[in-house]
Nanobody
């Protein structure tokens, strides 16, 4: 079973950038599409970006042009580069497969505030 550990979150001012990482251990990582999801307080967890086993990507409209998802199968890691951050990007960010097969990690908190 794949275990996921997210990192890279923090407090950033509007307009700033962060790079999130998701390290996977165990199981078959490279055969599944992977996604980044986020959950804001009082809201459901939603998909913001995903990447297939090749180079195909998907972005939610709210992050398109600002976020970039990538993966390194040799390192068993998925990344989310987040630029031009907005207060509405504040949430706990999680990674998982798409569709969801694995147990959720602890997530990483992203707070965008001045």
């Amino acid at each position: 079973q794949v275990q996921l550990v997210e990192s890279g979150g923090g407090l950033v001012q509007p307009g700033g950038s962060l790079r999130l990482s998701c390290a996977a251990s165990g199981g078959s990582f490279s055969i599944n599409a992977m996604g980044w999801y986020r959950q804001a307080p009082g809201s459901q967890r939603v998909l913001v970006a995903s990447i297939g086993t090749g180079t195909d990507t998907y972005y939610a409209e709210s992050v398109k042009g600002r976020f970039t998802i990538s993966r390194n199968n040799a390192m068993r890691t998925v990344y989310l580069q987040m630029n031009s951050l907005k207060p509405e990007d504040t949430a706990v960010y999680y990674c998982n497969s798409r569709p969801i097969y694995y147990s959720w990690g602890q997530g990483t908190q992203v707070t965008v505030s001045s």
